[in-house]
């Protein structure tokens, strides 16, 4: 049995911009986990309308070490998650951000899905066997931080308290 293999011609051009693509998703992987971090360190929280703040006085607030906020701070501001103030020596928290990822009562808080996102990571064994045997994944199965204190404080949370209904589709979870 002889198989025929063609040589594939690279279009330099398509290679690169699918690299680009792909560097491009891993540092979105990587700024997600740090989004969590810094929702369940309360770092969001603690920018939170204190204008700009040195990455020193951020770790006092919700010890921490300087070096890893310091690093973090870096991570957000070239993410555009928090905006730094050269002028002002610090880095702070626009309004909008705040309303994303520290104001827990906001209509459009994420907080919970940093937490949803962190625990498919830390369960994807579980999805990599459901993908390999056609098994569905229970809510059981999931990791347990899908249920914690971060994963029912954002919407789903404000629907249970107000007795609102979820859309058509969807779950309180």
Same mark, same amino acid.
């Given at each position: 049995?002889?198989?025929a293999?063609a040589?594939a011609t ?6 690169e ?5 792909a560097?491009?998703?891993m540092r979105a ?11 369940r360190?309360?770092l ?7 204008g ?8 006092q607030?919700?010890?921490t ?5 310091r690093?973090?701070? /870096?991570?957000? @501001?070239?993410? =555009?998650?928090v905006v730094?103030n050269?002028?002002? !020596?610090?880095?702070? +928290?626009p309004?909008?951000q705040?309303?994303v ?13 940093f937490?949803?996102?962190?625990s498919c990571?830390?369960?994807h ?5 459901a993908f ?10 999931h990791?347990?931080?899908?249920? /914690?204190?971060? @994963?029912v404080? =954002? ?6 308290r107000t !007795?609102?209904?979820? +859309?058509?589709?969807?779950t309180?979870?």
């Amino acid at each position: 049995m002889t198989t025929a293999t063609a040589a594939a011609t690279i279009d330099e051009a398509k290679l690169e911009a699918f690299v680009g693509q792909a560097v491009l998703g891993m540092r979105a992987a990587i700024s997600r986990l740090l989004l969590h971090i810094g929702d369940r360190l309360g770092l969001y929280k603690a920018m939170a309308g204190a204008g700009p703040i040195t990455s020193s006085v951020l770790a006092q607030c919700v010890d921490t070490t300087e070096r890893h906020v310091r690093a973090w701070l /870096g991570n957000q @501001a070239a993410s =555009g998650y928090v905006v730094y103030n050269p002028a002002g !020596g610090g880095t702070y +928290e626009p309004a909008e951000q705040t309303m994303v990822v520290a104001n827990e009562d906001s209509p459009i808080v994420l907080g919970s899905t940093f937490e949803t996102i962190a625990s498919c990571y830390a369960n994807h064994e579980v999805f990599v066997d459901a993908f390999r045997t056609g098994a569905g994944v229970g809510w059981a199965e999931h990791d347990r931080s899908i249920t /914690g204190r971060h @994963a029912v404080a =954002g919407p789903a949370e404000r629907r249970r308290r107000t !007795g609102a209904e979820p +859309e058509p589709g969807r779950t309180n979870l």
